[in-house]
């Protein structure tokens, strides 16, 4: 059981970093336990949370202006699920807005309000 939803608990949250960075968005926990968790109803591995602004800047391939410096991203795995279908999942519920990464181990995704996509994997994006 997690103290920010039932699923998630604030130190899976918390900058890798060891600064306990740890704010999160509500509006990302509701579409994670939402639109993940509870559909795929299996353990799901945040991968990358929050990130204070100097281990954003350490960190390889970061944005300058990474969401997961506000709170507001998640890196993670869905265990047994592919990367490429949660992504396509996310993708098919939200057309129209906030971002999505696909990665070959995982998935980017952000409650930006707007639309983003982007593809780290060698293959096309799912369509």
Not at 58 to 70: D, I, Q
Not at 97 to 114: A, I, N, S
Request: contains cysteine; hydrophobic residues 30%.
């Amino acid at each position: 059981m997690g103290d920010l939803s039932k699923n998630y608990s604030r130190h899976e949250w918390s900058c890798g970093c060891g600064c306990e960075f740890d704010i999160v968005d509500a509006e990302l926990i509701y579409v994670m336990q939402t639109h993940i968790s509870d559909y795929y109803g299996v353990v799901v591995d945040v991968t990358g949370g929050n990130r204070c602004i100097p281990h954003n800047n350490s960190t390889p391939g970061a944005a300058r202006f990474s969401l997961h410096t506000e709170g507001k991203a998640a890196d993670f795995r869905v265990r047994g699920v592919s990367p490429r279908a949660v992504y396509k999942r996310l993708n098919e519920l939200f057309p129209d807005k906030y971002g999505l990464g696909l990665y070959e181990d995982r998935v980017h995704f952000d409650v930006r309000p707007d639309r983003a996509r982007w593809n780290c994997t060698q293959r096309a994006l799912p369509q």
